[in-house]
């Protein structure tokens, strides 16, 4: 691990400033992904920005009767708070297939929205990745590419984004509330949150430097069953092969998004449209665009089957 130096922030404004005026400096709370990117070279930062002691780790109600989380609220927390079990039971459940209870202790809701990619091949500073170093190649490309995207890739990166929190957060429409720098505050969709690779898969998420994460807002609760699916390939302390969260009214009509199919949480309107039509409908919609490649194309009927499973459970 390269050495740096450290300051802790007294509000979100200066850490926003602190980040915004080093292009070298990154936010740490939990740091239970940044830690392991440090040690491995893969994240180099000169400074480190502690936002940890800000206050922003409450869960409380809203006037139109949903939830804002605050970005410091851990992962444990947020799982096992009443309202968050009892209205958004699949965020709940989503939460509690990642990880391990030591590093749902630790992790936050803000730094869980944050995680990076992965891919074995970000992960391998020894083999050229577009994500870690712009314009080195993407080794994933034609190289062992199981764990990785179907939908939603490019040219340039087909890694995935691991995380099983922000697929919940996805199909329940959320908003991800932000300050920066100049103090002033943006809400950003969910759906808008995460970027698709592009030309330029090492910018991941819509933030700007220094802005920085305050709260998740949940809207009001939306009632019928909630399920959270995850396939890996051990039962326990392992990133999805695919995921599927879901939420499924008594007609049958309801929302659908899909993790580690694509660089972000993968829900389309049209495909929630299709709920009704079964489980086939759903992922012909879904990914009807899709471009795996040899070793992952097994994600698609995967997805099939899981969500079949998830909309038998719904009509029991």
Same mark, same amino acid.
């Given at each position: ?22 292009? =070298? ?48 609220v851990?992962n ?33 809701? *803000? *730094? =869980? ?7 074995v091949?970000?992960?391998?500073? =020894? ?38 929190m ?29 970027r ?27 009632? *019928?069953k ?5 396939v ?23 929302r ?20 009704? =039509?079964?489980?086939t ?8 665009d ?27």
């Open positions: 691990m390269k050495s740096f130096t450290y300051e802790r922030a007294t509000s979100p404004v200066t850490a926003a400033q602190a980040v915004a005026t080093n292009p =070298n400096a990154k936010f740490i709370a939990g740091g239970t992904n940044l830690l392991d990117l440090m040690k491995l070279e893969i994240e180099m930062p000169s400074h480190l920005v502690d936002v940890g002691r800000l206050g922003l780790d409450r869960i409380e109600g809203t006037e139109d009767g949903g939830l804002r989380i605050g970005t410091l851990s444990t927390a947020l799982s096992a708070h009443p309202r968050v079990r009892e209205d958004y039971a699949v965020l709940t459940r989503a939460i509690q297939a990642g990880a391990s209870g030591q590093l749902r202790n630790k992790a936050t809701t *803000g *730094g =869980n929205m944050l995680q990076r990619t992965r891919c091949y970000f992960y391998d500073t =020894n083999m050229p990745c577009n994500k870690r170093k712009p314009g080195s190649g993407c080794a994933a490309i034609g190289g062992v590419s199981r764990q990785l995207g179907v939908i939603g890739t490019s040219d340039k990166c087909i890694a995935t984004y691991p995380g099983d922000a697929v919940a957060m996805r199909v329940l429409d959320a908003t991800v509330e932000t300050v920066k720098a100049d103090g002033t505050t943006r809400a950003i969709p969910a759906a808008d949150f995460h698709l690779w592009g030309d330029t898969p090492e910018i991941e998420t819509a933030l700007e430097p220094g802005e920085i994460i305050t709260h998740v807002r949940l809207p009001a609760p939306l009632g *019928g909630h399920f959270y699916a995850k890996r390939d051990r039962r326990s302390y392992a990133f999805a092969l695919i995921s599927v969260a879901a939420v499924i009214q008594p007609d049958g009509t309801g659908v998004a899909f993790g580690g199919m694509a660089p972000k949480p993968w829900r389309l309107a049209e495909a929630d449209a299709q709920l009704p =039509n079964g489980a409908a759903v992922i012909r919609t879904a990914f009807a899709a471009r795996p490649t040899e070793d992952n194309a097994f994600k698609i009927p995967l997805a099939e089957r899981t969500l079949a499973g998830v909309l038998a459970d719904a009509k029991a």
